[in-house]
């Protein structure tokens, strides 16, 4: 399973770090990559990062970059997305997604490349 948290109510130039926890015994997270998900009602879940746990390989969406950035904890089996500079255009629900051998190719792998997924959690952004 994965189990996201961090979400809440910022004002726009403000930040926040979304934690993704894996706590799925069966996976072993050195084969996996795993993404951040961005859905906003109306639109299509957009992939806005991704990491590689192996090696730490990551890619950005050209709409967050410079501005999020993705992290992995290996004790704690987590992820993390810290979210700079926030914009009202962030506002929506994060997910976090495993993908089992999604190897970094410089490119965000498509959504339905992903195993599993986690619960979303809820960003808003507005002053």
């Known amino acids: 399973q994965l189990a996201e948290s961090g979400g809440g109510l910022v004002q726009p130039g403000e930040s926040l770090r979304l934690s993704c926890v894996i706590s799925?015994?069966?996976?072993?997270?050195?084969?996996?990559?795993i993404g951040w998900f961005r859905q906003v009602p109306g639109k299509e879940r957009e992939c806005v990062s991704y990491?590689?746990?192996?090696?730490?390989?990551?890619v950005y969406a050209d709409s967050v970059k410079d501005r999020f950035t993705i992290s992995r904890d290996y004790a704690k089996n987590t992820t993390y997305l810290q979210m700079d500079s926030l914009k009202p255009e962030a506002t929506g629900v994060y997910y976090c997604?495993?993908?089992?051998?999604?190897?970094?190719?410089?490119?965000?792998?498509?959504?339905?490349?992903?195993?599993?997924w986690g619960q979303g959690t809820q960003v808003t952004v507005s002053s």
């Open positions: 997604a495993a993908g089992l051998g999604l190897r970094p190719t410089g490119h965000l792998p498509p959504d339905n490349l992903y195993d599993v």
């Open positions: 799925e015994v069966r996976f072993t997270l050195a084969n996996y990559a």
């Open positions: 990491i590689w746990w192996r090696r730490g390989d990551t």
